[in-house]
């Protein structure tokens, strides 16, 4: 089921396009990556999912709310962080938290004490908030997001600042949320990140959607499957390989673009041309590789 | 929404800075009850001085003749007369009433100047040849003015009361006298018989003095009831003739009731003055106005640029709610911020009043006058302070909603405040002198600084410039509150949360 839908978001500045032909959808129990290089228009999305900025052309629908028509209806079972958690400093923890509660009903004292516990702030959840490390303020910015127990959640860099141990903590949490049928729409630069915690990636350039796939396919840059094979040497081995399509990597290793069932076949060939063959593994396009063949360098616009 | 306003009063609340501006209004109400401005500088008139001319008066009168000796001698043996009692006494009080006048026509009456007439009868008698008085009118001059000597030198200051009350009664009865005069007369009578009445001797205190008001604005309420000052407008003379018979009342309930205390209040009737906790605290809005302004647009400045500036803007707008409840729900919190403020400067005068001068005076409760049917008033003094703060509210608000659109407008709090304060300055301090003149008053009576202060209209007052009414001024204070929440509003909806907040 459609939690969150967008339908061909544009939005327009003056002369000036930030975004255009928007769509995609995040379901109950999706956790989705929004990839894009700095400027590529990811917190201008989250801004017109929320109602942040006005949309120029498009629209959103939350729960099947339309976000400008029916705002409060919408926006009632999302919660979110965007750019960084906004947050009273001269209030305590528990106050921010509680000014939180009362824009929702039936949130109770409980509940407060139970999300601070949740994200690890119940020790200082009565201290106020200028005393927080960042860590602990992007703690506080997830609890207040989760505390009305949203059906969509929208994250901007949820493990900013977070140590070792919150960043697992965090993901934990994330992926126990999605389990627990919660839409969340996560916007991060950290690939590793979302290659953890996301099922699914948009990747944004320039204010348009590149791509929207599960990981999977996301880190499949061709439909070949490809192997590396480290020898002793690779001498010569152009006249073993001449029905395949390789590439040497270097000294010892070679990619060969081969499927599983051949690579049996071609492990006795190399042995019985006397090479030694150390390590047989099938390659994997990490996150971040899959994403510049994909999304392009690094590039403001 | 009431949890939405509870929101914003914690945020209020928990502010460090609400509290030192509380903490300054303390400050400066100590400050200015210490200063005690309104304690009115001593009436150089009020006093019973020796006359020290009267050796250079003698010396003239050498040079004198006919009919200017005779009144210039009237005069002098006045003024010896004076001169022979001591100085406070009461000889000498009862004596100075007989140097004040009246002008009608361009001719000094002198009613109440008893002694003078008969001195003026024995010497005109004895020096004019020409006198036209009679030998009968001489001899009982003569025996009238020993009365007179005898009760002031045996201290009988009832006798010479009634002297007095005698003569006067007697004039009455003469032929060449309008009603304007009989007016006065009997004023005179009043005050005497109130004296003997009352047991109010001729002396510099408050009972005195507040007898002295009594006569001084029966003549102002003549004045302006028979020969109005062209120069002002009918509303202007009509606010002043009911403040006039105002006071007139006050200081009878005063002589009535034997108060020594000032219960004149914004009238300010009295000049020998002296101030107490009640008076002070009587005016608690009055002079504290300024600080429940500025808290106001403190807050209300800061309620929407902090939240633009420190971006916690976001957290509110991605929350179910409509942002006119947004911004409707920083209106009250604002509105029951300065109601704490008020009931808070109300407490602290109440006590730093009565620390500073002492907290007996809060026994007599208000005592002031409905300026429709002259009725006294009496009620307790903090339901009179609440009442007059009540009748600022609508001001309070109207800054509150103003303030609100210049910081929706205007990110910059520090720019926001600072102009603010300015237009409520110039439109609170200057705009009502500019409304006093008759050709701006068509354009004057519109401005809603002229309009929101309720105040002036409680127990039957009314505005002081011409077109103002009570009904006038909800009108145009609805209006103007209605399109400063219409523009904020419009404003707010319109906000998008960029980087850069636009």
């Known amino acids: 089921m459609k939690v969150l839908e967008c339908n061909n978001l544009k939005?327009?500045?003056?002369?000036?396009?930030?975004?255009?032909?928007?769509?995609f959808s995040v379901n109950k129990g999706d956790v989705v990556g929004l990839l894009g290089p700095n400027g590529a228009g990811k917190t201008t999305i989250i801004k017109l999912i929320l109602g942040l900025i006005k949309i120029s052309e498009g629209r959103v629908l939350i729960n099947g709310y339309n976000i400008e028509k029916d705002f409060v209806k919408a926006i009632d079972k999302v919660g979110a962080i965007v750019e960084s958690p906004d947050l009273y400093m001269y209030l305590s923890g528990y106050d921010n938290l509680k000014?939180?509660?009362?824009n929702y009903k039936n949130i109770s004292k409980d509940r407060i004490l139970e999300v601070a516990r949740i994200v690890g702030l119940d020790n200082?959840?009565?201290d106020k908030v200028s005393t927080y490390s960042l860590g602990m303020r992007q703690r506080l910015g997830i609890a207040e997001a989760i505390i009305n127990s949203p059906e969509l959640l929208i994250l901007d860099e949820p493990t900013n600042g977070l140590d070792i141990e919150g960043t697992i903590e965090m993901r934990n949490l994330i992926k126990s949320l999605s389990n627990q049928g919660i839409a969340i729409l996560i916007s991060s630069h950290n690939l590793t990140e979302i290659d953890n915690l996301c099922n699914r990636i948009i990747a944004i350039k320039s204010g348009k959607m590149v791509t929207d796939e599960t990981i999977d396919e996301f880190k499949q840059i061709s439909n070949e499957s490809s192997y590396i094979f480290e020898l002793n040497n690779v001498e010569n081995v152009d006249k073993i390989l001449q029905n395949y399509k390789f590439e040497i990597i270097d000294k010892n290793k070679i990619r060969i673009y081969i499927s599983k069932e051949k690579v049996s076949e071609l492990t006795k060939k190399f042995l019985t041309n006397n090479y030694q063959v150390y390590l047989v593994q099938e390659e994997q396009f990490t996150s971040e590789e899959a994403f510049i063949k994909k999304v392009g360098e690094n590039k403001i616009d | 929404m009431i949890k939405l306003v509870q929101n914003e009063l914690i945020k209020i609340f928990k502010r460090r800075s609400i509290y030192f501006l509380l903490f300054l209004s303390i400050i400066a109400i100590i400050v200015y009850n210490n200063i005690n401005p309104d304690q009115n500088p001593i009436d150089p008139l009020r006093n019973t001085q020796d006359i020290i001319l009267i050796k250079d008066m003698e010396e003239k009168l050498k040079q004198k003749t006919g009919q200017e000796y005779i009144d210039y001698k009237v005069n002098l043996d006045s003024l010896k007369l004076y001169n022979s009692y001591q100085e406070?006494?009461?000889?000498?009080w009862a004596l100075n009433e007989e140097r004040g006048t009246y002008v009608r026509e361009g001719i000094e009456i002198k009613f109440?100047?008893?002694?003078?007439?008969?001195?003026?009868?024995?010497?005109?008698y004895e020096l004019n040849p020409n006198t036209e008085i009679t030998k009968e009118e001489y001899e009982n001059s003569k025996i009238e003015y020993n009365k007179y000597i005898e009760a002031l030198n045996t201290d009988n200051w009832k006798d010479f009361l009634n002297l007095k009350i005698k003569d006067l009664k007697e004039i009455k009865n003469t032929n060449d006298i309008t009603n304007i005069d009989i007016g006065r007369i009997n004023i005179d009578i009043e005050i005497y018989e109130m004296r003997l009445k009352y047991n109010i001797n001729f002396d510099?205190?408050?009972?005195n003095e507040y007898l002295d008001r009594y006569k001084e604005h029966y003549y102002d309420v003549q004045t302006n009831e028979n020969f109005p000052y062209s120069g002002f407008s009918q509303t202007f003379i009509n606010k002043n003739l009911n403040e006039d018979r105002a006071r007139m009342n006050l200081c009878k309930y005063a002589i009535e009731n034997n108060l020594n205390t000032d219960i004149s209040n914004e009238l300010y009737i009295i000049s020998n003055n002296e101030i107490n906790a009640r008076t002070s605290f009587i005016r608690t809005f009055e002079h504290f106005d300024l600080i429940i302004v500025i808290i106001a647009i403190y807050l209300s400045t800061t309620i929407i640029t902090e939240e633009v500036n420190k971006k916690t803007i976001k957290n509110l707008l991605t929350k179910p709610h409509k942002r006119?409840?947004?911004?409707?729900?920083k209106l009250i919190a604002c509105i029951i911020t300065i109601l704490v403020s008020m009931v808070f400067v109300i407490i602290v005068q109440y006590i730093v009043g009565g620390v500073i001068f002492g907290f007996d005076s809060y026994k007599l409760e208000y005592i002031g006058c409905n300026y429709n049917t002259g009725e006294l008033i009496h009620m307790n003094l903090f339901e009179y302070v609440i009442i007059v703060g009540l009748s600022k509210l609508p001001m309070y608000i109207i800054i509150i909603a103003f303030c609100m659109l210049i910081g929706t407008l205007n990110n910059h709090t520090s720019m926001s405040m600072i102009l603010t304060l300015i237009i409520f300055l110039i439109g609170y301090r200057i705009l009502p002198e500019w409304s006093k003149v008759e050709s701006l008053n068509v354009v004057a009576r519109y401005f809603v600084t002229n309009n929101w202060d309720f105040s002036k209209y409680l127990f039957g007052q009314v505005s002081d410039t011409s077109g103002i009414s009570l009904y006038s001024s909800i009108v145009v204070c609805?209006?103007?509150l209605s399109i400063f929440l219409y523009l904020t509003i419009h404003k707010f909806n319109r906000k998008e949360i960029y980087n850069n907040i636009s």
């Open chain 2, 324 to 329: 006119s409840t947004i911004i409707m729900s």
């Open chain 2, 112 to 124: 109440n100047h008893n002694i003078e007439r008969l001195l003026n009868n024995i010497n005109d």
């Open chain 2, 478 to 480: 609805l209006i103007h």
């Open chain 1, 99 to 102: 000014i939180t509660a009362n």
């Open chain 2, 204 to 207: 510099n205190n408050i009972q």
């Open chain 2, 88 to 92: 406070n006494s009461w000889q000498r």
């Open chain 1, 11 to 23: 939005k327009q500045v003056k002369n000036k396009i930030i975004v255009q032909d928007i769509s």
């Open chain 1, 124 to 126: 200082r959840i009565k």
